[in-house]
């Protein structure tokens, strides 16, 4: 005789919060992992409900890269740790040259966390993913004491494949090549900053996450043979990514401040807060180093894609022992462009 | 952006660095210096250096109210932060300023104590309002540009009858440091006094107007040119102190018109009076004590003197040996000069105060121009 099934209550997304059970490993978890991730990255081998996924590999090489994000606020003009999970675990498999195939997220969350705010951040995830047709295929969910972490933390894992023959590497910087951005830096760190210190502006600054797979794809169709090395300035800014592929190749750069492109609101933030756009972080660009034979054919690659409408050759790569990156000042004058000592501070007065 | 880039436009730049070049003469030097951390900033941060002839040399002067904090009083500020009662609050800059035995706020927090970074006086309010069985402790720094906001936070503490507001007050003075620097070189010191004009302040005379320096272009025969902070106020500036030394002036010039007057703010004045009095003598990283150079609380406002309210003493404190940041800080040896500088001391491992704050000289060169010594090292082997 079947016995009668419980009565099986859905999850308060309005006002419930996480608590202790959804992490222990029972009913609730399972509920948890069902209503909020299985429904937000829905995918065949999630449904398979197995602790691993398996996928068959196809040739070329295979790529594959690993982030944690803990951004504070969760919640910030133009995404969320969600979106951001999503888009930066893709960025960087494409900054191989690659595409993305598959990704993976561990979700470390504070007990008392809104189930709602969970949800919300569980979609963009999967709507970043599904974007990039890379599926979240294995995860996993860790419920921590109150004060133990804040809000959520989202740890990440992706693979993805890049076109046999394709080597790109932080080492290959020559002298005479070219330095290209994709387009306006220090939106995202601003836009996180702005919120975090409330700070209003006329036109509300949105981060610039997004996924840069279709940009690269196009690069990599346009000018493969030109193309030395990518990266996507996150952390640090467009100071900390020449800084340190100008130690990793042992050249320096030399840089012109006019040509780097700076939202007018974003210069504005910067200025009112104290910071460099330079070392301010972007999480929707990136920076290639190109050999100047095909550049052009790579820019109008670039400039033909609308996450690279903006892009300009902003410097070249020369040769200097102490990997300096110089910039020409706008002003007229040279000046260094530096790693940031420490965190960026605002200025006192 | 609007009032902000015309500051920073490159071809009035050139016109102002040729009329510079025209009419420096070939056959003298010209030293001056810019006062503040903020023109020191500028000059690095724009490169304006390259804009100026061989013979048009910038000194950077002590007022970055970061570096000339001495060592005693960050450990002050440690020892109050190591109270478990005690909630520091501090402007981001002071987090990594060193204390004795390379200690900082930054160690000091990750060691557990309880240090806030606010963005003003009103954090710190906000902070002893909402967390009332704390005590909120506001680490002031700061010439005369941050005086007034600690005055008004006080003002504002009494207003609301908060008990667990106080601060622990470091605020100093502009002109008394001007008068340290030309005096010192003049006496004590064997170094010349290699400076004849001062790049004035920008922000502080906003509140203290440029009268108090009317003594420094009368008594000691030295220009100063009142300039804002953006690279074309420096650029104007320098052009000014050039004509003066040309034409045997010494005058108190004001090239900051748009924010600046003789007289100054008044109502900030009478803030800063009503709330604060002068201390006999304080020290001065690199400068040593200057008698008459900072401020302290008024006995009516003593129960928000965290200094008494704490039992909290100086203990002297030296600063390396090597370090010559004293030497940088009065003009009388740039940063390339110290036997630390680039090599044990820099921005990530400061042991001077000159390196912490990017305002500071040693920081500014360091980060921004040290380019510049390679650059010369290759003209010399190549010659």
């Given at each position: 005789?079947?016995?009668?099934?419980?009565?099986?209550?859905?999850?308060?997304?309005?006002?419930?919060?996480?608590?202790?059970?959804?992490?222990?490993?029972?009913?609730?978890?399972?509920?948890?992992?069902e209503d909020v991730f299985l429904d937000a990255f829905d995918n065949e081998w999630l449904r398979g409900a197995n602790d691993q996924s398996a996928f068959d590999v196809a040739a070329g090489r295979m790529v594959m890269t690993t982030d944690a994000y803990v951004v504070s606020p969760i919640f910030f003009p133009g995404g969320d740790i969600g979106s951001l999970a999503g888009n930066g675990t893709i960025n960087d498999i494409a900054m191989a040259g690659a595409r993305p195939l598959y990704l993976s997220a561990s979700f470390v969350i504070e007990e008392g966390f809104p189930l709602a705010d969970l949800k919300r951040i569980a979609v963009s995830m999967g709507e970043a993913a599904r974007v990039a047709g890379a599926p979240i295929i294995t995860g996993d969910t860790k419920v921590v004491e109150r004060g133990k972490a804040d809000k959520v933390f989202i740890s990440t894992a992706g693979v993805g494949i890049a076109p046999a023959g394709l080597n790109l590497s932080s080492e290959a910087a020559r002298p005479d090549d070219l330095v290209i951005l994709s387009g306006t830096v220090g939106d995202h760190g601003v836009a996180v900053m702005s919120k975090r210190e409330n700070l209003e502006f006329e036109t509300e600054i949105l981060s610039d996450s997004a996924p840069l797979h279709g940009l690269v794809a196009e690069m990599v169709a346009a000018a493969a043979v030109s193309l030395r090395v990518m990266r996507d300035p996150t952390r640090g800014g467009l100071a900390a990514t020449l800084n340190e592929l100008a130690h990793q190749s042992k050249v320096g750069f030399s840089i012109e401040e006019a040509a780097i492109p700076v939202r007018p609101e974003v210069a504005a933030a910067c200025e009112f807060l104290g910071l460099d756009p330079l070392n301010v972080a972007n999480e929707g660009k990136l920076v290639a180093i190109a050999a100047p034979e095909c550049a052009q054919e790579l820019l109008a690659a670039m400039r033909s894609h609308p996450l690279g409408a903006e892009a300009a050759i902003i410097g070249r790569v020369v040769e200097d022992d102490n990997h300096f990156v110089e910039m020409r000042t706008a002003f007229g004058g040279g000046r260094i462009v530096d790693w940031l000592?420490?965190?960026?501070l605002p200025r006192i007065c | 952006m609007k009032y902000v880039d015309e500051y920073r436009d490159g071809a009035l730049a050139k016109g102002i660095a040729n009329e510079i070049m025209r009419q420096a003469r070939s056959d003298r030097a010209y030293r001056f210096m810019e006062f503040c951390g903020g023109h020191t900033h500028a000059i690095s941060r724009y490169g304006l250096e390259d804009l100026l002839p061989a013979n048009v040399q910038m000194i950077h002067g002590p007022g970055c109210p970061v570096c000339v904090l001495p060592m005693a009083r960050v450990d002050m500020a440690i020892a109050c932060a190591r109270n478990s009662c005690v909630t520091l609050c501090a402007y981001g800059d002071l987090m990594r300023v060193p204390g004795s035995h390379s200690s900082s706020l930054l160690k000091a927090k990750a060691e557990g104590a309880d240090i806030r970074?606010?963005?003003?006086?009103?954090?710190?309010?906000?902070?002893?309002?909402?967390?009332a069985h704390r005590e909120v402790v506001f680490f002031a720094i700061g010439f005369e540009t941050t005086t007034p906001p600690t005055a008004l936070a006080i003002r504002m503490a009494e207003r609301k009858g908060l008990t667990n507001f106080?601060?622990?007050?470091?605020?100093?003075?502009?002109?008394?440091?001007?008068?340290?620097?030309?005096?010192g070189a003049s006496e004590g010191d064997e170094t010349p006094l290699l400076i004849e004009g001062f790049v004035g302040p920008a922000h502080v005379s906003t509140i203290i107007g440029t009268r108090p320096y009317e003594p420094f272009a009368r008594d000691y025969r030295k220009p100063v040119v009142v300039a804002g902070?953006?690279?074309?106020?420096?650029?104007q500036a320098i052009l000014m102190l050039v004509r003066q030394i040309n034409e045997g002036r010494a005058e108190v010039e004001n090239q900051y018109v748009r924010a600046v007057t003789r007289e100054g703010n008044a109502k900030a004045q009478a803030a800063i009076a009503e709330i604060f009095e002068t201390r006999e003598s304080f020290e001065w990283r690199g400068l040593g004590f200057l008698p008459s150079s900072a401020l302290s609380l008024r006995p009516a406002f003593s129960s928000y003197d965290a200094e008494a309210r704490f039992g909290l003493e100086t203990k002297p404190a030296k600063d390396n040996p090597a370090c010559e940041c004293g030497a940088i800080l009065r003009g009388a040896k740039k940063p390339r000069e110290c036997k630390l500088f680039g090599t044990l001391c820099t921005p990530d491992t400061p042991m001077g105060?000159?390196?912490?704050?990017?305002?500071?000289a040693c920081s500014a060169h360091w980060t921004y121009g040290r380019f510049r010594e390679s650059e010369a090292q290759r003209v010399r082997e190549v010659a």
């Open positions: 005789m079947t016995l009668e099934k419980p009565v099986r209550r859905r999850l308060d997304f309005k006002n419930g919060r996480v608590d202790l059970s959804h992490g222990a490993g029972g009913r609730a978890m399972g509920q948890l992992i000592a420490g965190e960026q | 970074m606010v963005y003003s006086t009103l954090d710190a309010i906000r902070i002893a309002e909402t967390e106080s601060i622990l007050c470091n605020h100093v003075m502009t002109p008394p440091a001007m008068r340290a620097i030309l005096e902070f953006e690279p074309l106020d420096v650029a105060s000159c390196m912490v704050s990017p305002e500071g």
